[in-house]
């Protein structure tokens, strides 16, 4: 017989305290990539200003790498299965769209029917692919 006070959880309580866990971790991520953002633009100030010597602008761009790697890796030890295949996707849709846009824009550069390829613009623009192909593998629309 069933214990009815036997505190484990269940698959669905489990699943949903794992999801939970994965999203406050994604924002604590997202909140400390705004920090140094921040950081690392006034440490760019400073440099352009001579406060800051040349090797810290070095030491600090390794610093952020080696930070966002241990994150990367940490997050695909968390993520599942199913969310995993949507990041894929869409990282897949989003180099597609970059391998197409980039030297289309580059041709109609050269033969004079459009101006220069922005690397920004491109760069905005293939984030923008991704997060649209995310959120519509999120809403099943495959």
């Given at each position: 017989m069933t214990n009815m006070n036997d505190s484990a959880m269940t698959g669905e309580a489990r699943l949903k305290a794992r999801r939970n866990r994965l999203w406050a971790f994604s924002g604590m991520?997202?909140?400390?990539?705004?920090i140094v953002g921040l950081a690392t633009g006034f440490a760019g100030?400073?440099?352009e200003d001579g406060s800051l010597p040349a090797w810290s602008i070095y030491a600090i761009w390794a610093l952020v790498v080696a930070a966002f790697t241990w994150f990367t890796i940490s997050y695909f030890r968390r993520v599942d299965e199913l969310d995993l295949m949507d990041n894929m996707w869409a990282t897949l849709i989003a180099f597609y769209f970059y391998v197409v846009a980039m030297p289309s824009w580059y041709m109609f550069?050269?033969?004079g029917?459009?101006?220069t390829p922005q690397d920004k613009v491109i760069y905005l623009a293939t984030l923008a692919v991704m997060?649209?192909?995310y959120g519509a593998r999120k809403l099943g629309l495959r």
């Open positions: 991520g997202f909140l400390i990539a705004i100030d400073l440099y550069d050269i033969i029917l459009a101006g997060f649209i192909a």
